[in-house]
């Protein structure tokens, strides 16, 4: 009896590595996924915000439908229409497609946390910055902005944290990020619990070093 559960852990053991050394090269992959399509999601997000809250009217609806029709499509539609529907005009790669649609989707929310942020500067550092000379880009981009993102660290990090876990999506279109290298090593093997438990893993230790990140920076930032 003993030797049999000896046996059973042994193979446990080994079917966890082998399983592990599986999935690591595709950890790089969902990495990148994640960093460009944030780092073009924040830009994009940024541009839309300053929009938002322009005194060109134009702009201004402009920005509202694009955020209120990107917040009501799902992330997997947009995928599915970036990759499937564009993708096959512009000869798009699925790492581009998949960064495209995954960036212009949380731009949408990403927008709307730094027009919060900035809503949320006291007007007297305008009138402030006015009377030291300032012009209005000088005023957004040396006090307010600043400022605002002081204010919007915690929930950028949960939608970076969000983003991560999203990227999943991306191995619907062929992807071979950390999701779908583990529908691949089912489909061999035919392993559920294993396999799903130490992607979870995978996904959760990242999350955390990320969460860690983000408070180091917000600490970092934050008003002595």
């Known amino acids: 009896m003993e030797n049999r559960i000896i046996d ?3 193979k446990e053991i080994l079917l966890f590595y082998k399983i592990i050394k599986f999935l690591i090269p595709s950890i790089p992959i969902t990495i990148q996924i994640t ?6 999601a924040v830009i994009l997000g ?3 915000a300053l929009f938002r ?5 134009i702009f201004q609806i402009i920005s509202k439908i694009y955020v209120d029709v990107l917040r009501g499509i799902p992330l997997l539609v947009q995928i599915f229409f970036i990759y499937f529907g564009l993708g096959k005009i512009l000869k798009l790669e699925q790492f581009t497609a998949g960064v495209i649609a995954i960036s212009i ?8 946390i730094f027009r919060a942020g900035i809503l949320a ?3 007297g550092q305008y009138d402030a910055s006015k ?3 300032m012009n209005k880009y000088q005023t957004m981009r040396y006090v307010i902005l600043p400022q605002a993102i002081r204010i919007i660290i915690p929930p950028i990090s949960n939608e970076f944290i969000a983003c991560l876990k999203d990227s999943s999506l991306v191995s619907i279109i062929g992807m071979r990020e950390l999701t779908r290298a583990g529908r691949e090593f089912y489909s061999q093997y035919f392993v559920d619990f294993e396999i799903w ?14 969460a860690k990140f983000a408070r180091y920076i917000e600490k970092k930032l934050e008003i002595p």
């Not at 949380?106 to 709307?112: C, D, R, V």
């Open 53 to 57: 809250i322009s005194y060109v009217k």
């Open 197 to 210: 438990f130490i992607v979870g893993m995978f996904y959760l230790i990242m999350t955390a070093i990320a």
């Open 131 to 133: 009377s030291l000379g």
């Open 46 to 48: 940024l541009i839309i």
């Open 105 to 112: 989707c949380y731009s949408a929310y990403i927008s709307e």
């Open 35 to 40: 960093l460009y399509s944030f780092l073009l």
């Open 121 to 123: 500067i006291p007007k």
């Open 8 to 10: 059973i852990i042994i």
